[in-house]
């Protein structure tokens, strides 16, 4: 995406979406709530507030679409995917994508 030079300035420096649908108990596809993401969702809000992040926004949202690979976490504008399944995973990649710019390769969902 390239941004056009009339375009306003980005309101947030970077959007975390983290699904939290939950899919009926057997739905052959599963869902990202059964593994725990609004906890984890949760633990993204706690943990932006202890880290002093102010200028990134974090959201629940629906199914993502990368259900193969929940809980996803997805993070704007870089449209990097992250698998997050502990509230340690939300930490790391807090410090290290937000914090530092860097990214937790153990973490990132390939394309
Ligand atoms: S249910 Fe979370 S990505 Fe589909």
Redesign the pocket.
């Known amino acids: 995406m390239t941004r056009l030079p009339d375009d306003p300035p980005p309101f947030y420096r970077a959007h975390l979406f983290m699904?939290?649908?939950?899919?009926p108990p057997g739905n052959p596809?599963?869902?990202?709530?059964e593994e725990g993401?609004q906890e984890l969702a949760d633990h993204l809000r706690q943990t932006f507030k202890e880290l002093g992040i102010e200028d990134a926004r974090v959201a629940a949202s629906?199914?993502?679409?990368?259900?193969d690979?929940?809980?996803?976490l997805v993070i704007y504008p870089e449209g990097v995917w992250y698998t997050v399944k502990t509230k340690e995973d939300v930490e790391e990649v807090l410090k290290s994508h937000l914090a530092k710019g860097e990214r937790v390769k153990r973490l990132m969902v390939p394309a």
């Open positions: 699904c939290t649908n939950k899919r596809w599963g869902s990202c709530g993401a629906g199914c993502l679409g990368r259900c690979k929940k809980p996803a």
